[in-house]
């Protein structure tokens, strides 16, 4: 199993925390963003990263390095970062899927036990959901019927919609699945669109299970309440 983990975002909502390093190198609870994705994929044995990166790159890649230099990195560069949305690195990265994967959005922030619990799950598909209740949230939701997440986006509000944070576990073949659809979009000119958008076309083509967590933290940090949100919570937890 390797992983993806899609950072080449700008985060202009954070600036200027942003402005002199990438989202993913901003620090939160005394570690990086991509401290937190790393070290619990480091947790489960997972040593084969693929990061997507754009925004000031080279601090990513120095970064890494420097921490983490027994760790097998490879590196795709979105060169139009700053007008397209992840579905394009996650398009450009295409050639490099060879196994089933880990999926995480460069701006979580999680307990490394929901890693560990994805990864050891039974589901050969599976997307992390929360058990709360129906959330009003700005970030992505999952619709959940019959155990199975039919959609996947931030304009989902109603019965059978909770929560879901972007860290997928996926076979290599139904990514393929998605890779595919996520083609069209590409090709189309959507290249502003999430890649959720290209999965929820294709949703009855995978079985995406979800795995449900309840005590456990993680969020994503996308805005400076986000940020001031997270720290307090981790600060509690220490």
């Known amino acids: 199993m ?15 925390m942003s402005s002199d390093k990438p989202k993913s190198l901003i620090e ?5 963003l991509l401290d937190y994705q790393i070290d619990a994929l480091i947790e489960c044995n997972i040593k084969d990263i693929v990061i997507t990166t ?3 790159e080279r601090k990513i890649r120095e970064y890494v390095a420097r921490k983490y230099p027994f760790l097998n ?6 060169p139009e970062y700053d007008t397209t949305n992840y579905i394009y690195s996650m398009w450009l990265a295409r050639e490099l899927i060879d196994d089933d994967l880990i999926l995480i959005h460069g701006d979580l922030v999680f307990d490394e ?13 599976c997307v992390l959901v929360s058990r709360k209740a129906k959330s009003e949230s700005k970030d992505f939701k999952a619709v959940v019927e019959n155990n199975k997440v039919i959609k996947i986006g931030v304009e989902f509000f109603g019965e059978n919609v ?8 996926l076979s290599r073949s139904d990514y393929l699945c998605w890779l595919q659809e996520i083609d069209k979009f590409i090709k189309n000119g959507s290249k502003g669109s999430y890649a959720e958008d290209a999965f929820n076309n294709i949703s009855d083509k995978i079985i995406l299970r979800p795995l449900y967590f309840n005590e456990e933290f993680g ?13 307090n919570i981790l600060k509690n937890r220490l």
């Open 2 to 16: 390797k992983a993806i983990i899609v950072a080449a975002g700008i985060g202009v909502r954070l600036h200027p």
């Open 28 to 32: 939160i609870g005394g570690k990086a």
């Open 54 to 56: 754009g925004h000031l």
């Open 73 to 78: 990195v490879a590196y795709v560069y979105n």
């Open 113 to 125: 036990k929901l890693l560990v619990n994805m990864v050891n799950s039974n589901y050969e598909n």
């Open 162 to 169: 909770l929560d879901s944070l972007p860290m997928y576990k």
């Open 219 to 231: 969020m994503e940090i996308d805005t400076k309440e986000d940020f001031k949100m997270a720290k």
